[in-house]
């Protein structure tokens, strides 16, 4: 049994912190959509976009986490993430107009279903009662999705990108100085496929990542 520290009681704390975070906004999207339906798009953002934001901007412990050694995993695959979430976060925060588009909810939702796929296998290890079955889930389901969110992100990252044009002189003057810097023609040359290389290399990492936990749980559970 491992001996109870500082670093132990951090780490577990953390990983609880961010798997409470993201099962509170994933039930409240959820809920709202049940209740509200299509009109829950409008504000989903507005009732969740804080917690989201205070999840992801703490994201940014998990670079040292690896850096220290406390996490084993592979640094650039996750460093790539927590960029491409926290830039898109301050985007449509800037943004409102985007903040009602339906994209978004979607983006939150798989952001949402990663995290939840991630960090209970965390806390299980944590606790050195690893699972074969949290393992694989982790490793393997995690992959398509984050697929699927870069392919979001991508999207939304252009629905805010047109948003960011400048337009009328009547808009306010935040509005003014993020559109005179996301010139839509020259973001969309460097961003979207920066995000593509990025997502690709990503996803080789992580299919290495895979394989390497994969064989080392096999190898644990056959011992046992």
Same mark, same amino acid.
């Given at each position: 049994?491992?001996?109870?520290?500082?670093?132990?009681?951090?780490?577990?704390?953390?990983?609880?912190?961010?798997?409470?975070?993201?099962?509170?906004?994933?039930?409240?999207?959820?809920?709202?959509?049940?209740?509200?339906?299509?009109?829950?798009?409008?504000?989903?953002?507005?009732?969740?976009?804080?917690?989201?934001?205070?999840?992801?901007?703490?994201?940014?412990?998990?670079?040292?986490?690896?850096?220290?050694?406390?996490? !084993? *995993?592979?640094?650039?695959?996750?460093? %790539?993430?927590?960029?491409?979430?926290? $830039? =898109?976060?301050?985007?449509?925060? /800037? #943004?409102?107009?985007?903040?009602? !588009? *339906?994209?978004?909810?979607?983006?939150? %939702?798989?952001?949402?279903?990663?995290? $939840? =796929?991630?960090?209970?296998?965390? /806390? #299980?290890?944590?606790?050195?009662?690893?699972?074969?079955?949290?393992l694989w889930i982790?490793?393997?389901?995690?992959?398509?999705?984050?697929?699927?969110?870069?392919?979001?992100?991508?999207?939304?990252?252009?629905?805010?990108?047109?948003?960011?044009?400048?337009?009328?002189?009547?808009?306010?003057?935040?509005?003014?100085?993020?559109?005179?810097?996301?010139?839509?023609?020259?973001?969309?040359?460097?961003?979207?496929?920066?995000?593509?290389?990025?997502?690709?290399?990503?996803?080789?990492?992580?299919?290495?990542?895979?394989?390497?936990?994969?064989?080392?749980g096999s190898k644990?559970?056959?011992?046992?």
């Amino acid at each position: 049994m491992r001996m109870l520290s500082f670093r132990l009681v951090y780490i577990f704390s953390y990983n609880l912190f961010q798997f409470c975070g993201h099962t509170w906004i994933l039930a409240n999207t959820i809920a709202r959509f049940l209740k509200f339906g299509k009109d829950a798009l409008a504000d989903t953002f507005y009732s969740v976009g804080f917690v989201m934001s205070l999840c992801q901007l703490l994201s940014i412990l998990e670079l040292f986490h690896i850096a220290d050694g406390i996490e !084993k *995993a592979r640094l650039f695959p996750r460093f %790539f993430q927590v960029v491409e979430k926290n $830039l =898109l976060l301050i985007t449509v925060i /800037l #943004l409102e107009e985007v903040q009602s !588009k *339906a994209v978004v909810c979607v983006q939150l %939702f798989l952001w949402n279903i990663m995290d $939840l =796929l991630r960090y209970p296998h965390e /806390l #299980l290890c944590v606790m050195e009662k690893p699972s074969i079955t949290m393992l694989w889930i982790r490793y393997t389901l995690w992959i398509p999705v984050y697929v699927l969110s870069a392919a979001t992100e991508g999207v939304t990252m252009y629905q805010a990108l047109l948003h960011a044009q400048p337009t009328a002189p009547t808009s306010s003057s935040l509005k003014s100085t993020v559109s005179s810097h996301l010139h839509l023609p020259f973001v969309l040359m460097f961003y979207l496929p920066v995000l593509a290389l990025g997502a690709s290399l990503t996803v080789w990492q992580l299919l290495k990542e895979r394989q390497h936990h994969l064989d080392k749980g096999s190898k644990k559970t056959k011992k046992k």
